[in-house]
């Protein structure tokens, strides 16, 4: 029964308004004992549970944070909720979390739902063809918002992003004075920023160190695990594979490694590969996978830090923090043995 009983059946019971009974239940000393004992008498009867969590984030959402990412199937995105996650808890915030899988509508409405709650700010990692109508709904409800990864000029707030341009030239770079000329870049969506960055830094490597960059060999695909394994069929269909591969993260790289493993392909003696993201997942695998790392953790951490400093601050210049990648080499380049 109590499944069906709702805060209106209890304040008719009472013989109170439905606010009467809520401020009753809470707790709070504005209403007289007799009115509380009243009210509590008719829930008990009733079989009404008072839900203090959903009543708190109704009457306030200055300790609500919302944040929105594109997916949670890649553990780049859970290491960044992870990291706003803990830090956060510095701040005593309540965190509530969405996921559009780059779908719009659902991102419109997860905005809708935030902005209803009265959510306190918005840390925003944006789906791919976010346009404009929904930043101007977020600039109309002046609602602060730290932008992750994707970055909208249009938008003129915060942002924290990672240098994808050095970390393309980083992977790249590596593998060239591993003494490969021939060096393919797979996956990646060619509308991402991180995609246009990361490719622009693998150009740059290649052209500083004169070496050619043939066209079939720069293959975009969605980042996910079976880009990786498709990609790595469409190659052993091929004459000659490229020797080497930048891949656009670890995800597809993971898929590359496991399909070629499984086909007699050995990861870092018949061909090197190197990601980007350096997720867990790619030291579980074997070989161990080389990647440029573009600190999830750390850049959600920041992202809040940006998000209270501008709740704090209010109106001002726009910030933009741009984190540095770091590359960690393992087994799957070929630089380092494999384990037996």
Known sequence: MSRNVTLNDVAA??????????????????????????????????????NRTAANLRKSGDSIIGVIVPDLNNSFYTSLIKGVNQELNQYHKILVLGCTFEDLKIQEDLI?????????????????????????????????????NRFYPSLETDYIGVDDIAAGYMATEHLIKLGHEHIAFLGGVQEFDSWKNRHEGFVKAMNDYNLSI??????????????????????MKRK??????????????????????SHGIRVGEDIAIVGVDDIPEGQLITPRLTSVSSHPMERGASAVKLLMDRMSLGEGSQKKLILSPTLHIRESCGSKKRSI
């Open 13 to 50: 019971l009472a013989g109170v308004s439905r606010t009467t009974a809520s401020v009753a239940l809470s707790g709070t000393a504005s209403v007289s004992k007799a009115t509380k004992d009243k009210v509590q008498a008719a829930a008990k009867s009733l079989g009404y549970i008072y």
């Open 214 to 235: 043939v066209n079939h060999d720069v293959i975009p695909a969605p980042p996910y695990l079976e880009s990786g394994t498709q990609l790595a069929e469409r190659l």
């Open 112 to 148: 809708s739902s935030m902005l209803e709650h009265r959510v306190s700010g918005l840390l925003f990692f944006a789906a791919i063809g976010t346009e404009e109508h929904t930043f101007q709904r977020l600039r109309d409800a002046n609602m602060p918002v730290v932008l992750i």
């Open 240 to 261: 000659k594979m490229p020797p080497a591969i930048f891949a656009f993260n670890d995800v597809i790289a993971i898929g590359l490694i496991l399909k070629f493993e």
